[in-house]
């Protein structure tokens, strides 16, 4: 299986360092992944707006770049939803390229627990930490459990976490709030969306967390700027970062095994 990695833009532009540690994750995971060039936005901020007519030739050069490989993992849930859960308003439901897409686009740790099968990550982080679960991940693309769902659901990223030794992740009141960032309701409302995101900073500091951590780069870089900005005592780091640092650690000296691969 040959696996397209799909960097969102804002990824691409202000956090490359996230990119490089997905792409080492699935490396030391044993996956076999190519970049494929001229890859560009998914259309989300468009297609937010309301401006489809821009949306429309951007999801189209989208699937035409990705249609060929056999899966195609993106560290961020939000441009993953775009794609899996949006994108049928600019294409007909017989167009099997973007039917295959649909069905084989993931984000990081879904595509870790659900496509890889792998269900602890060998390593140490010895931080206390805290976990912000993104609208899109949870509400979309169901990567865990929401307080107005009922239904039960595996929280991918918290189980991958909580298999590092030496981490420590603190609960937050609020788990599943929004931050308020929002993609451009954060320049319409920004009173709103800063308001909101102090709030979530304020709960994960209240925790005792010294790292927040996230599977959405948009969050982070919402909440990281208002931390930095009021020099609150909290760092920020994606969900890959955390993970490929961890194994890194683990292949620089321990003797412990493989990543746990479940039976599927």
């Given at each position: 299986?040959?696996?397209?990695?799909?960097?969102?833009?804002?990824?691409?532009?202000?956090?490359?360092?996230?990119?490089?540690?997905?792409?080492?994750?699935?490396?030391?995971?044993?996956?076999?992944?190519?970049?494929?060039?001229?890859?560009?936005?998914?259309?989300?901020?468009?297609?937010?707006?309301?401006?489809?007519?821009?949306?429309?030739p951007?999801?189209?050069?989208?699937?035409?770049?990705?249609?060929?490989?056999?899966?195609?993992?993106?560290?961020?849930?939000?441009?993953?939803?775009?794609?899996?859960?949006?994108?049928?308003?600019?294409?007909?439901?017989?167009?099997?390229?973007?039917?295959?897409?649909?069905?084989?686009?993931?984000?990081?740790?879904?595509?870790v627990?659900?496509?890889?099968?792998?269900?602890?990550?060998?390593?140490?982080?010895?931080?206390?930490?805290?976990?912000?679960?993104?609208?899109?991940?949870?509400?979309?693309?169901?990567?865990?459990k929401?307080?107005?769902?009922?239904?039960?659901?595996?929280?991918?990223?918290?189980?991958?976490?909580?298999?590092?030794?030496?981490?420590?992740?603190?609960p937050?009141?609020?788990?599943?709030?929004?931050?308020?960032?929002?993609?451009?309701?954060?320049?319409?409302?920004?009173?709103t969306?800063?308001?909101?995101?102090?709030?979530?900073?304020?709960?994960?500091i209240?925790?005792?967390?010294?790292?927040?951590?996230?599977?959405?780069?948009?969050?982070?870089?919402?909440?990281?700027?208002?931390?930095r900005?009021?020099?609150?005592?909290?760092?920020?780091?994606?969900i890959?970062?955390?993970?490929?640092?961890?194994?890194?650690?683990?292949?620089?000296?321990?003797?412990?095994?493989?990543?746990?691969?479940?039976?599927?």
């Open positions: 299986m040959t696996v397209a990695l799909f960097i969102p833009c804002y990824i691409d532009q202000f956090f490359p360092d996230v990119a490089i540690a997905t792409l080492t994750l699935l490396e030391r995971l044993g996956v076999e992944v190519e970049y494929p060039a001229g890859q560009t936005c998914c259309g989300q901020p468009m297609a937010n707006t309301g401006c489809d007519a821009d949306t429309a951007v999801a189209k050069q989208w699937v035409k770049r990705f249609a060929s490989y056999d899966a195609v993992v993106c560290p961020s849930g939000s441009c993953t939803s775009m794609i899996r859960n949006h994108y049928a308003d600019y294409f007909g439901p017989d167009d099997a390229e973007f039917q295959h897409l649909r069905e084989n686009t993931y984000e990081l740790c879904e595509f627990v659900d496509r890889l099968g792998v269900r602890s990550i060998p390593g140490t982080f010895n931080r206390p930490v805290s976990i912000h679960s993104s609208c899109h991940g949870l509400r979309e693309l169901r990567l865990g929401c307080s107005e769902n009922m239904t039960p659901r595996e929280d991918k990223m918290r189980m991958l976490l909580e298999s590092l030794d030496g981490i420590e992740i603190k937050i009141t609020r788990v599943d709030e929004c931050c308020g960032f929002g993609g451009t309701f954060a320049v319409a409302e920004r009173e969306s800063v308001a909101m995101g102090i709030d979530r900073v304020t709960d994960h209240s925790s005792g967390s010294e790292v927040m951590i996230a599977g959405d780069m948009s969050c982070l870089m919402h909440m990281g700027g208002l931390i900005r009021r020099n609150m005592p909290m760092s920020v780091k994606h890959a970062e955390v993970l490929a640092e961890a194994m890194q650690s683990d292949s620089s000296g321990s003797d412990r095994s493989a990543p746990a691969i479940a039976s599927r």
